[in-house]
């Protein structure tokens, strides 16, 4: 059964300040974000997709980022994944401050903390389900057995057993979806970042995807998911909305409650 309370987290370096502090904080934010800017170099002018982004997001919380098209949710949350590299800003992971890293060691954070989930699904079709998901785990450094066997453990959880031999081409959205949530949560991320999670799907498939999500916040599963739905942001523990490049006031839900 998967359990995000149970995965062994690597302790994180601690670094100076907390070295110092007589009671280190035994469990930092799973995401604290500092003054995050990012210019994209374009054609005809610079584009500040990001203005000074402050988010700290803590351990176990749900949290929707909402705001208009272009207003810079893929931008960060392509940043918080190691994808790309701020102009200026911090982001700390599960305590560990992401731009002292070398590149390599940004890649083994990615792999080991955080988790994607994309739009379009980008599954691979010819392989099974099953399959998509085992070699995420064995590229996060699982051995082939045990990447099997935490495939079919994810896919049961996530109700997709009977279609483990099947290609994504052959399921619906909804489940296509599902298999992309169990590779992104196959090498048990600390940080589950979402982008878009059921933009492509119609209401029964994003209702499937919102109740997943649920759930595994349910399980003490960190997730970070951008939407454009009112409905499905209301699912999320707070909802932080975005325009020009800055965060702007945070509203808490029910969705706790439910
Ligand atoms: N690779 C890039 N090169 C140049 N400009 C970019 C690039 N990626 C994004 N942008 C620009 O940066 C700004 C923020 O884009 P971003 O994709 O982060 O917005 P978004 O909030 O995710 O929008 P949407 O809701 O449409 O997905 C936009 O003006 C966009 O055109
Ligand atoms: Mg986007």
Redesign the pocket.
Known sequence: MYDATTREVEAPVPDESVAAAATPDPAPPELVVRGLRKT?E?ETAP?R?LRGVDLTVGRGEFVALM??????????LHLLAGLDRADEGSVSIAGIRTEELSATRLARLRRRHVGLVFQFFHLIDHMSALENVALAALVAGAKPAEATERARDLLDTLGLLEKAGESPANLSGGQRQRVAIARALANRPTLLLAD?PTGALDSDGAAEVLDLFTRMHRVGQTILM?T?SADVAAGAQRIVR?RDGVLLGEIATTGEQR
């Not at 705001?67 to 960060?76: A, F």
């Open positions: 994209y374009a584009v997709a705001g208009p098209s272009g207003s810079g949710k893929s931008t960060l878009e951008v454009h975005m």
